[in-house]
């Protein structure tokens, strides 16, 4: 009996479902967070019967076809790119992106990471680091004695070192864009990496067309929603029911059919 | 007598189908523009297996048909600026293989590295003259008017295929969300439906009369194998009585 394929087909939809609600609600409070949406598809139909075909020989044709579906797949699983809240942190190497762009980080491998999470802090030679340790690119070192450092919107570093009267300009923070952000593949950490569909990077100054600004003394909140991320898990559960109901049903329609010769 | 054994069989054959069709409508009970499906059953009048003092002819039952109900579903806010939900009697047209076209009610596209709009599995969506449709990634996200335009900033990019068919019965469902039609009806404009983006449309399954539905399934389903049942002790009886006489 397909039924029972097919709601088993619905039940671990759901629990995909929730895996991916699940790990939202964990990281309601992870700086730089993109929620995640689990997308569903039909499977496969089999056709019964085919509409348009002949009913008899003379020339009647079947005006609606019996097609029965046999259930759901999952389709993707999209990140929903909205921007997150800045949230006040009082940290002047903390910096929020506001609208379009990543930050490049320099991993251990030599390849570039991408994130927006600007927690940053710097290390034991004054390089700007995240805070895993891991370079900003491009490196921008703040000398020893700096007093205070000022990172402007459009994203230069500057510092005032004691006994100079001007600020001192140690580097220029750049931004990298992509055609398709949707499809950076993450890997933990808050980091990114370029994949087949996000396409090539593109970087550019913060502020020009194209790339946000960048807003000092901020980081960027995650845009998890818990009350739709519990409304979503309410309504996984319930359908993951459902679905396990028809099983039962399905299984009792073979049982009724077992006990036909007893 | 066996008549009796053989309706009841058609009978649940096609309540085997239908239960599957039930399954089908809860497994998608999430899917973005699915669309519920039921199952029409008909009678079939056939010549009896013995006319002695049977109904002539014997009315079987067989599966007519699947009617989808292509009402609305609940639009649902994402805040993805390429989900795109159509609200009235209409299709998104997607080109699956060059010259090939399926339609969705399913709008939650995307980007692909090259700035085209399309679907999650790659395929692009099209534009009202059958192309597809390229947006400028550096002109930021992209704005759909209701009409289907889409804008980037004050530069209109492309005007999205919203499509409609007369005959929505000779739709053919081909998995993925899409639908494919015969080639001899030709889809035409849709005037009346209306995007909304940033939104998803929910699938219009209503979970309650689908309960029932199933529940109803399953106890006819046992209703009919107890016409079975009585049917074959009707037999063995017969047989057992005809046995005392003769001895």
Redesign the interface.
């Known amino acids: 009996m397909r039924a029972l394929r097919t709601a088993a087909s619905g039940m671990l939809a759901q629990q995909l479902n929730v895996d991916v609600i699940s790990n939202n609600i964990a990281n309601m409070n992870t700086v730089g967070f993109k929620r995640q949406r689990a997308e569903f598809q039909d499977l496969l139909y089999q056709n019964v019967a085919r509409a348009g075909t002949q009913s008899s020989a003379s020339g009647t044709v079947v005006p609606t076809g019996v097609q029965v579906g046999s259930g759901v797949r999952p389709g993707a699983v999209y990140r929903i790119l909205e921007q997150g809240t800045v949230t006040r942190s009082d940290n002047p190497f903390d910096i929020a992106i506001q609208g379009a762009g990543y930050l490049q980080v320099t991993m251990p491998s030599g390849e570039t990471a991408y994130t927006r999470a600007g927690n940053l802090s710097t290390n034991a030679e004054g390089q700007l680091v995240t805070h895993e340790g891991y370079l900003l690119q491009p490196g921008i070192t703040v000398p020893e004695g700096a007093r205070q450092v000022t990172i402007a919107a459009d994203g230069q570093v500057q510092v005032a070192i004691d006994g100079q009267t001007e600020p001192q300009t140690v580097g220029q923070i750049e931004l990298a864009a992509f055609l398709n952000e949707a499809g950076l593949e993450a890997m933990g950490g808050n980091l990114f990496m370029q994949s087949g569909a996000s396409g090539a990077p593109q970087t550019g100054t913060p502020g020009t067309p194209g790339f946000g600004r960048l807003l000092q003394n901020y980081t960027e909140a995650s845009n998890v929603d818990a009350v739709s991320e519990i409304t979503a898990l309410i309504t996984a559960q319930r359908a993951y029911e459902m679905n396990s109901k028809v099983i039962s049903a399905a299984d009792e329609m073979l049982s009724t059919a077992n006990q036909l010769k007893q | 007598m066996d008549n009796i054994a053989y309706v009841a069989l058609s009978r ?1 054959t096609t ?3 239908e ?6 409508n ?7 523009g ?1 669309k519920v ?1 039921s ?2 059953v008909e009678t079939a009048p056939v010549a009896p297996a013995a006319t002695m003092d049977a109904p002539n002819p014997v009315n079987f039952v067989t ?5 989808r109900d292509f009402g609305q579903g609940a639009l649902q806010q ?3 600026p390429v989900d795109l939900a159509l609200e009235g009697d209409g299709f998104f047209m997607v080109e699956i293989q060059p010259g090939t076209y399926r339609f969705t009610r ?1 709008g ?1 596209f ?6 085209r709009l399309v679907t ?2 790659g395929h692009p969506v099209l534009d009202a003259n059958y192309n597809a449709i390229s947006m400028n ?4 996200p992209p704005t759909v008017s209701e009409d289907g335009t889409i804008f980037q900033g004050a530069t209109q990019v492309a005007r999205l295929a919203v499509v409609r068919f007369p005959v929505t ?2 739709l ?6 899409y639908y494919g039609h ?1 080639p001899n009806e030709p889809p035409v404009p849709a005037e009346d439906a209306r995007v909304r983006q940033g939104m998803r449309e929910a699938s219009n399954v209503r ?1 309650i009369v ?2 029932t539905n ?2 109803e ?2 106890r006819v ?2 209703r009919v ?1 107890r016409i ?2 009585t049917t ?1 002790d009707l037999s063995r009886r017969a047989v057992e009585r005809l046995g005392e006489v003769k001895g």
């Open positions: 649940q309540l085997r189908r239960m599957d069709v039930i399954a089908n809860i497994a998608n009970a999430d899917t973005t699915f499906e199952l029409m599966n007519a048909g699947i009617t994402t805040s993805r399913n939650a995307n980007t692909d590295e090259s700035g999650s599995e990634p550096a002109a930021g019965r000779n053919t469902k081909v998995s993925d969300n015969p979970p689908e309960i199933m529940i399934v399953q389903y046992e194998s079975v049942d074959e």
